[in-house]
């Protein structure tokens, strides 16, 4: 109940948004390996945009692919290597979202070399099945990491929430093109 006290009362002043909402909606996400909805999409938008001015234009609803945030590009690398693994062993039950994408949100130095590595099998596999595919992939990898200058140490809970972000429209833009087919 205080809870939607605050919110109404900062929606109403137009002040800024409690930080323990952005805080237990990053602690729910990461509670079930990354099931982000829409909801909570909007949540740590609304919040980065009204309390750390992070601006609207620049970052619409959907993926911002000329962004160069490391934060929002870890998170669309994270979701492109889920995408390379599920498409290369289709019905796979526990993906790498369900192991690792609560390290790779908070300290990506540590996980994504390993990611990286499970990528190489996995595009092998595609290679010999599905050339067409591994060459996407190959190519959105590429234009994706050349906006990285490494992998930091640890994210802040701000940047957490911008990996989330750049994970989720990457995941909407993957729905969107089978959509369109």
């Known amino acids: 109940p205080n809870m939607a006290a605050m919110v109404l009362q900062a929606v109403l002043a137009d002040s800024r948004y409690p930080a323990s909402l952005y805080a237990d909606t990053l602690i729910r996400i990461r509670a079930e390996q990354g099931s982000i909805t ?56 526990a993906t790498i979202r369900d192991r690792y994408f609560n390290s790779a949100c908070a300290t990506p130095a540590s996980i994504f070399p390993t990611l990286i590595k499970l990528k190489n099998s996995h595009i092998k596999k595609l290679e010999r099945e599905k ?51």
Not at 54 to 67: I, V
Request: aromatic share 12%; hydrophobic share 35%; proline share 3%.
């Open 38 to 93: 829409w909801g909570r999409a909007a949540i740590i938008k609304a919040y980065l945009i009204k309390n750390f001015k992070w601006e609207k234009g620049e970052n619409s609803m959907g993926l911002n692919e000329a962004s160069k945030d490391t934060a929002y590009v870890l998170g669309r690398l994270f979701s492109v290597l889920e995408s390379v693994q599920t498409d290369a062993n289709p019905g796979i039950k």
């Open 131 to 181: 050339i067409n595919m591994k060459i996407y992939y190959e190519n959105l990898l590429t234009e994706i990491m050349g906006k990285l200058d490494g992998f930091p140490r640890r994210l802040p809970l701000d940047e957490q929430g911008m990996f989330m972000l750049g994970y989720y429209h990457q995941q909407q833009k993957k729905y969107e093109k089978k959509e369109e087919k």
